[in-house]
């Protein structure tokens, strides 16, 4: 992993310098700059040094120097595409590097190239022949890239912090993020907090002619749920068996590294199954797994993962944390977060990141398997949705709501009552908005009084409407894997795990978002992901026998920290926002401290935004 950033105009290596600089956690093991009079191409690299760690530095440069890059990723498949270069007459200066592929893929295959890789990737390409910069996005958006183009200038960077380093950037805060921030719990790519600033989407690439100063951006992935007869026609059982044998190699491709390897373990089905797959034809002691746990039993999974290692004879460690030592952190985490985003397990995942990192520099986490598999708590509920919607008025299921919205509030994670008034929030608009609704922090109506102007439910969501409407898939089980493999998982998931693990320099791999397994889950069909009320039924499946039973058969627990409770005292600001209401603020505050409503999803998500935005000024 790393940290990559440049811009075009004119050369100053004290701006450049300064840019890397800001994101020296991203790569602490060494950097390296570019500049080019000619064509005006400056570039930076902070690097993590995980595949050939003596010939890997960057920039780097095919035979002529005529095409180089800046990359933040780690390709898997890098070694086969190696081999098909070479037999295409391609001559390698490393001896195993994966960014020199990268160099020589483009130069045979263009922007066809990224079709081919298998793994988690940023980068830039100054191609001096053709005059331009080749940027490119992994299909998940794993790995960050951020831009901004003005006045004939372009200016790029893994982080938003570091890219607004660069005096000439302007950091105008964009209304329309904000609404979709407050309407997500996160914003969506292409759109950042900021105005004139982009988030190169996953799946796309982006070409800016040096002569012209125009930018193209175009898609070569998209996540599409892919109906397939065939798929129907096979027995469980061959299904099964083949999705545990390719979510065995894609775990075996991601143990390959140059450095020490581990394994985050939850004591969940995802990492459970990772762990599995790892340890098959592997020494068992030879694999390291890495947990935490928290000493109130509420938020504690710790006994489960250790059960877990136990099974499987890893080499386990564990620490052990006082709840409170994640809201000590806190701060940290917030200060260095790049971008706002509102999901509050970055703390706990920051704090097994910082462990893991004494021991390894890589790990494997179960990201994805949730997106991929239907395990998330709304897909249990779409079927009762939509028929409670079709039998019920519209006069009776507001009076519904409102009845179970005087519930007493719990502060357990998740709880019923949580769940339950979440639901039927959600169910008062249309279905292509059901699941981001069902994560919102606000209901349309409260972000117009938050910001003081009429708010279209419509625009905050319009890029889930787009995406619902125009899927290929059959069902509400598909339609919504889409939206959490396009939205929630690259702009929530993938960032949280992304910023916490490389604020301590620690590389994160998802196996279950490899290329095979992906593509084989979106041919499957909806009743093999949830079946009769059992969620990632297939990958149950494929487990069976090789996971104990009562593992299989436990429902899903996230990494939870008891933040209704924290925010009854957590002190808000309001004083440094006079674009937003204060007095709705202030209320939003008073009913949640009081006990008279959970508003913890809100509340985090304005603590965060506050604390982004002092740290930037």
Excluded at 111 to 124: D, K, P, T, V, Y
Excluded at 131 to 141: M, N, P, S, T, W
Excluded at 144 to 168: G, M, N, R
Excluded at 211 to 232: C, G, L, T
Aim: one cysteine or more; aromatic letters at 12%.
């Amino acid at each position: 992993m790393c940290g990559i950033a440049g811009f075009v105009g004119q050369e100053n290596s004290e701006i450049l310098r300064g840019m890397a600089d800001a994101m020296r956690h991203r790569g602490p093991d060494g950097e390296g700059y570019f500049f080019c009079n000619n064509n005006r191409v400056s570039l930076a690299h902070r690097r993590l040094s995980i595949t050939d760690i003596a010939g890997g530095d960057q920039p780097m440069w095919n035979e002529d120097d005529s095409v180089g890059i800046v990359f933040n990723g780690e390709i898997y498949n890098h070694l086969e595409l190696r081999d098909e270069l070479m037999r295409k007459g391609h001559i390698f200066k490393s001896d195993h590097s994966d960014t020199e592929v990268l160099i020589h893929g483009y130069e045979e295959w263009g922007s066809e190239l990224l079709i081919r890789l298998n793994g988690m990737f940023a980068f830039c390409i100054y191609d001096k022949r053709q005059k331009q910069l080749f940027f490119a996005r992994d299909r998940f958006g794993k790995k960050p890239l951020y831009y901004t183009i003005f006045d004939q200038q372009l200016v790029f960077a893994s982080e938003l912090k570091a890219l607004i380093t660069h005096p000439a950037v302007k950091r105008e805060i964009s209304p329309i993020s904000l609404r979709k921030y407050f309407g997500y719990g996160f914003i969506p790519a292409p759109y950042t907090l900021y105005k004139n600033i982009s988030k190169l989407p996953g799946g796309h690439f982006m070409i800016y002619r040096l002569e012209q100063a125009k930018a193209i951006v175009s898609s070569y992935w998209q996540f599409r749920i892919i109906p397939d007869n065939s798929y129907a026609r096979k027995s469980e059982d061959s299904l099964a068996e083949e999705l545990r044998n390719i979510l065995t190699s894609a775990v075996k491709r991601r143990m390959i590294a140059d450095v020490p390897v581990g394994i985050f373990l939850s004591g969940g089905i995802d990492s459970s199954a990772i762990l599995a797959c790892a340890s098959s034809g592997e020494p068992s002691d030879r694999i390291r797994t890495f947990s935490i746990g928290f000493r109130e039993k509420a938020f504690d999974e710790s006994h489960v993962a250790r059960a877990m290692a136990n099974f499987f004879a890893s080499d386990h460690t564990e620490e052990i944390f006082g709840i409170d030592c994640a809201k000590l952190v806190a701060e940290h985490v917030l200060e260095m977060l790049d971008e706002p985003m509102g999901d509050s397990s970055i703390l706990p995942t920051y704090l097994l990141s910082q462990f893991a990192k004494q021991s390894v520099t890589v790990a494997l986490g179960g990201d994805g398997g949730d997106e991929l598999f239907a395990g998330y708590a709304p897909f249990r509920a779409l079927k009762a949705a939509e028929l409670y919607c079709y039998m019920l008025p519209k006069a009776l299921r507001t009076f519904i709501l409102a009845s179970v919205n005087r519930l007493p509030v719990s502060e357990g994670y998740l709880s019923f009552d949580f769940k339950l008034k979440r639901t039927l929030q959600g169910l008062e608009y249309p279905s292509s908005v059901w699941n981001p609704v069902w994560l919102s922090p606000l209901m349309a109506d409260e972000i117009s009084e938050l910001m003081n102007m009429p708010v279209d439910w419509s625009e905050v969501y319009g890029d889930a409407i787009h995406a619902w409407h125009s899927s290929d898939a059959e069902d509400l089980i598909g339609k919504s894997i889409e939206f959490y493999g396009k939205f929630y998982l690259q702009d929530s998931v993938l960032t949280k795990v992304d910023r916490a693990s490389m604020m301590v320099g620690l590389e994160v791999r998802a196996p279950f978002l490899d290329n095979e397994v992906v593509e084989f889950s979106t041919r499957l069909p909806s009743n093999l992901k949830h079946h009769r009320g059992v969620s990632k039924y297939l990958l149950k499946k494929a487990m069976k026998g090789i996971l104990p039973d009562d593992l299989l058969a436990r429902p899903k627990k996230g990494f939870g920290i008891p933040l209704t409770n924290w925010l009854k005292t957590w002190p808000i600001t309001t004083s440094d926002q006079s674009n937003f209401n204060r007095q709705f603020v202030l209320k939003m505050n008073k009913q949640h401290s009081s006990g008279s409503r959970d508003n913890r999803l809100f509340l985090w998500n304005w603590i965060v935004l506050n604390k982004y935005i002092s740290s930037i000024t």
